[in-house]
């Protein structure tokens, strides 16, 4: 029980090292510019709104701000100038260069299965080439004592 | 016999445990980062929730993992380590995720009486973690499909066809013949 217990003691230490890791790096304005410090907002969940001056760099998904028609975006505003909180966050835009990959949120499952089977499929024939070639070996030694995957042990104890 | 017959059932039922948690986890997971089927509440409440399933997840696979640290950077077969990396690069995203979205929060928060900050900064961190996520946790499954696969056929595929063979055994008729002599 103890084991357990300390256990998840380390983890929640190591999610408050992470935690504050990730604040502290918050800090440093060159942290902010890699992650740009634009509002993101997709239109379809927005919640009314819309009355900023749209300079909302263009790399998210949606962007409408759904609602109001007074909302105009820079064609309208040239003059830019900071975002207002509009739609918010519900509809969650993914922004950035990996958005480029991952446009829309509601194939995510699919997205995921995608990779799953381009790991898995070589992964498998990696391991039966490897297993053809262990039974062709004239000696075999194990070759590791901590197990391959967290799956082949099971619990603390 | 009886003794070893306990044993197995008990390293099964531990195996169960796990697939139990993993496949809830991912559920949950897959479930949270769909917020336009979900809506606000139910996303942020359960991402606050996987943190849960993350530390009982990690606690699960607890040997395997003070294993491996201690073995890293000393004699390791490519396979763990490879597992050990990704594993650590998930926990790290999953944990931006979480911390992310409680900054940014404006469901959870507001019920603890606190006000989470409207920078585009913490938006773009929680939407760049999640992608990564998705591609990580993807990366993971595959690692452990082989895994997945076994348990299936272990706890699905094979009482489903036993359960089928022992339904025709019973229903198939009987016919004795007693000699009158």
């Known amino acids: 029980m103890w084991k357990y217990i300390k256990a998840g003691l380390i983890i929640l230490v190591a999610v408050a090292v992470v935690s504050g890791a990730i604040w502290g790096l918050s800090k440093f304005s060159s942290v902010q510019n890699l992650f740009g410090d634009e509002d993101i907002h997709s239109g379809e969940l927005g919640e009314g709104g819309g009355f900023g001056h749209g300079q909302g760099k263009g790399l998210g998904r949606g962007g409408g701000n759904g609602g109001s028609s007074d909302h105009t975006d820079l064609e309208n505003h040239p003059e830019g100038g900071e975002l207002l909180p509009t739609g918010e966050h519900r509809g969650e835009g993914q922004t950035g260069s990996l958005s480029m990959l991952f446009t829309g949120t509601s194939l995510n499952f699919l997205k995921m299965l995608l990779i799953v089977a381009l790991i898995a499929i070589p992964w498998a024939i990696i391991d039966q080439a490897r297993k053809k070639q262990r039974s062709t070996a004239p000696v075999h030694v194990a070759s590791a004592e901590v197990p391959a995957s967290p799956q082949n042990t099971t619990g603390t104890n | ?181």
């Not at chain 2, 809830?24 to 479930?31: E, K």
């Not at chain 2, 911390?99 to 009486?113: N, T």
């Not at chain 2, 606190?114 to 595959?142: M, Y």
Request: proline residues 2%.
């Open chain 2, 1 to 181: 016999m009886e003794n070893v017959t306990m044993k197995t059932t008990k390293k099964w039922s531990k195996l169960l445990t796990n697939l139990v948690v993993d496949l809830v986890f991912l559920v949950a997971f897959l479930a949270s980062i769909e917020v336009k089927g979900t809506g606000l509440v139910i996303h942020e409440w359960l991402g606050v929730g996987i943190l849960a399933f993350i530390l009982v997840h990690v606690l699960l696979h607890w040997n395997w993992v003070t294993a491996v640290t201690k073995k890293f950077f000393r004699k390791l077969v490519a396979e763990p380590r490879l597992n050990y990396i990704v594993d650590l690069l998930i926990f790290i995203a999953f944990i931006t995720i979480i911390f992310s979205g409680l900054v940014i929060s404006r469901v959870v928060l507001p019920a603890i009486g606190l006000e989470g900050l409207r920078s585009g900064f913490w938006k773009v961190l929680h939407a760049q973690a999640t992608n990564l996520t998705i591609i990580l946790t993807g990366i993971h499954l595959g690692l452990h499909w082989k895994w997945f696969v076994s348990m299936f056929q272990k706890y699905v595929s094979t009482p489903l066809h036993m359960r089928k063979a022992n339904k025709q055994v019973v229903e198939s008729p009987v016919t004795v013949t007693v000699d009158a002599e």
